[in-house]
């Protein structure tokens, strides 16, 4: 005969919380040391923990590419990207391409070609294109076109972007012995 649970003594379960995780990362080349929950994203890092909210979250499930930074030099999207996962990383944002007076050369170029309308995809697109370049794979139009597809612009800047793109690259050929 089964027990009426009425009457039984009740236990109340307490979900054990995990414990913050510490961890360091050298943003824009500051040290950063931050205690992060073990969800949280390094995008969410970026803006929660360390004020930095240059970099843009839009969709949020890695589809849109506004929250692209390096991470080692690499471009990656920082909604799809944990923190905790990451302890000991370098990261650049859109912040950290800049100096005090000089502005990297693809924000330059942005500018020049007038290469954004709300601007809400900009930091993901400078980042994305900076870490493009460093692969070293995009030769032409198209090839820019291809390797930045996982950018999306909702104001539709797409030819003023492949432009700014296109003169930074060029420029970068010239100098190359
Ligand atoms: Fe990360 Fe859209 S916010 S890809
Ligand atoms: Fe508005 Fe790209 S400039 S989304």
Redesign the pocket.
Known sequence: MRADPNTQTKETVVPSLPIPARIELKVNGVTRALEVAPWTTLLDALHNYLDLTGTKK?CDHGQCG?CTVLLDGKRVNSCLTLAIMKDGSEVTTIEGLSSADRLDPLQQAFIDHD????????PG?ICSAVGMMRECHAKTADDIRELMSGN??????YVN?LAAIEEVLGKKREVRP
């Open positions: 839009g506004a290469a954004f309308q709300c601007g809400y995809c900009t697109q999306i612009c909702r104001c539709g800047a972007i």
